[in-house]
């Protein structure tokens, strides 16, 4: 989200969060809803080359669980997956580790919508459930 060539202000926290807040968390928000536009670090900025990303069983859906089925008739649950699963233009290697093993529907993964598509994306299933490939158990 930051540009890391951009000199942070007294003030860059406060935006950040605002844009945390009234944007990230908000699935059906556009830039120019909540963005100043004289914010740097979202306008007229070069994309960064990434290197390498990799992640360990990305799941879940911005912090609640899928299995909560009741909460489908008072909400759209759209607004509580991920914004965006998709690799960037930018990023030139891209490694995913998946738990095979995982039943539980609140550790259900979450993968890249485009790495079939990416020149060097690659997302392996790996034997265990979440807490082994993502960790926190001691013993795997």
């Known amino acids: 989200m930051l540009d890391l ?12 969060k605002k ?8 699935k059906d928000a556009s830039l120019d809803d909540w963005a100043d536009p004289d914010w740097a670090f979202f306008h007229n900025r070069e994309e ?16 609640v669980p899928d299995d ?10 759209k607004k509580w997956q991920f914004h965006d699963t998709s690799l960037g233009d930018n990023v030139k290697h891209a ?3 998946m738990a095979i093993d995982e039943m ?3 550790f259900c993964v979450t993968r890249w919508e485009n790495a079939i598509h990416h020149p060097d994306a690659v997302e392996l299933w790996f034997p265990g459930v979440h ?4 960790g926190g158990y001691a013993e795997c």
């Open 19 to 26: 844009a945390y807040d009234e944007g990230y968390r908000n």
């Open 131 to 134: 807490s082994d490939v993502g």
């Open 68 to 77: 909560l089925e009741i909460f489908n008739f008072f909400d759209d649950k």
């Open 48 to 63: 960064m080359p990434i290197h390498f990303i990799g992640v360990w069983d990305t799941v879940g859906a911005l912090g």
């Open 104 to 106: 539980r529907s609140c």
């Open 5 to 16: 060539r951009y000199i942070p202000t007294n003030n860059t926290w406060s935006r950040v």
């Open 95 to 97: 490694r995913h580790a």
